[in-house]
């Protein structure tokens, strides 16, 4: 797949990393990829687990645990130096990597310690602590290909992504990105150096770190494709590709070959998680195809998501999101409510109410769409602020929600 000298940048999630030994057959597949020739770059996720423990145990400080931080001490110490013992044999190359890890974990730790005396974590608080994960696993990944005797390199995102400054879902910003990974990958590529950068974090221009939101980690490696003009991303997980539903409710669901960009963005909005919507916008722009393959099933082909359209007439896979919720605003005419609907979805915009369908009676009596279930009180609440004179009125008879 792809020429010669072509570069590949490939993902790998936190299963991929999740252990001492999914670590060693990660670096397999990096250090065979690098020995073909080609320009390599990986992007790496936190040990599977590692961020909801970051994130929870941060959470747990905030609000006056003062055990929180030396728990996750041990925690974060235990697993990783389990992994280091797996991993790396080389006496001064494991001293090396295990001092790294006690070094980012006592600076996390530190971090946590002033969020249970602030009593506060702040967005850019949260972000800060939460890139830790991905801060260990490179340089444990890292230490575990020159085990294999590959010359790698841990690099963190921060000197490479560049995004604006919404903490918890930031934007890179794509100029100043591909400056700084050409300024901070490019010298590396050069010497023939194979660069592990941390996946879902990058940093303001001001260098204050963000993270890129859910599914972040792929994310990062399409932007890094997008910048550096890759001609492929390979994201490593835990399934052999996109499959045409759900393995666990569909026993009989299979592997899909290829799909277009355009289809696996309606996927990954609809439920499918082997993918998130973000990932597709920096390599369909410039038409980089991406590959989903299995970590632990290297031989399978996996699938190709790319910009060829998809056969005519033909549905490719299903997909559900469980726990959603349908509301419905109703009355007499209730359409020509002055500015209902825009009413109705102002308010939701306000409230970052993310609607997945909408209906509308063709009689104009109501109108229906569909949210996330946790949802669905704060948006019965809001809307009965806004249409209580109507509802006074009469004019709107019933906002209900049907789980």
């Known amino acids: 797949m792809g020429g010669e000298n072509s570069m590949r940048v490939m993902k790998f999630g936190g299963t991929s990393v ?17 020995r073909e020739g080609r320009p390599v770059i990986g992007v790496v996720s936190a040990m599977a ?85 991905e801060r260990m696993s490179v340089v444990i990944l890292a230490g575990a290909l020159a085990e294999q005797g590959i010359a790698a390199e841990p690099v963190n995102a921060d000197r490479v992504i560049v995004t604006d400054e919404v903490f918890g879902s930031a934007e890179p910003l794509l100029d100043k990105t591909r400056d700084m990974a050409q300024a ?4 590396l590529l050069d010497r023939g150096v194979l660069p592990i950068m941390t996946g879902f974090f990058g940093a303001t221009e001001a260098g204050v770190t963000t993270t890129l939101g859910r599914g972040g980690s ?19 997980t835990d399934v052999d590709g996109v499959m045409t539903a759900d393995p666990r409710l569909v026993p009989g669901a299979r592997t899909l070959p290829a799909v277009s960009f355009a289809e696996a963005t309606e996927l990954a909005y609809f439920g499918a998680k082997v993918i998130h919507s973000p990932t597709m916008r920096p390599a369909a722009e410039l038409g980089i195809p991406i590959w989903i393959k ?27 999101i469980p726990g959603l919720s349908v509301i419905t605003v109703e009355g007499s005419g209730f359409l020509g409510v002055a500015g209902a609907t825009a009413r109705v979805f102002s308010v939701l915009g306000r409230a970052s109410i993310n609607v997945f369908m909408i209906s509308q009676a063709s009689s104009q009596h109501s109108l229906s769409f569909v949210v996330r279930g946790s949802d669905g009180p704060k948006v019965i609440r809001l809307l009965s602020a806004e249409f209580e004179f109507d509802i006074l009125r009469e004019r709107v008879l019933r906002i209900a929600e049907d789980p």
Not at 84 to 96: A, F, K, L, N
Not at 218 to 236: F, H, K, T
């Open 18 to 34: 999740g252990s001492g030994a999914a670590i060693s057959q990660t670096a397999s597949i990096l250090a065979a990829a690098y």
């Open 49 to 133: 687990g590692i961020t909801n423990l970051l994130l929870e145990t941060a959470t747990a400080a905030a609000c006056g645990d003062g055990s929180a931080s030396s728990q996750l001490y041990s925690a974060l110490l235990d697993r990783h130096l389990s992994a280091i013992d797996h991993v790396i044999r080389d006496p001064g190359r494991r001293e090396t990597t295990t001092a790294t890890i006690r070094e980012l974990v006592e600076r996390c730790v530190r971090l946590v310690e002033s969020v249970h005396v602030l009593g506060d974590l702040s967005p850019r608080g949260t972000d800060w602590i939460v890139s830790f994960g």
């Open 184 to 187: 901070t990958l490019g010298p």
């Open 218 to 236: 792929d994310y990062s490696a399409a932007i890094l494709a997008n910048v550096l003009r890759a001609d492929e991303v390979w994201i490593w």
């Open 294 to 320: 299995n970590t632990f099933h290297p031989e399978h082909p996996g699938t190709r998501i790319g910009p060829e359209p998809g056969e005519n007439g033909s549905v490719k896979a299903i997909t559900a």
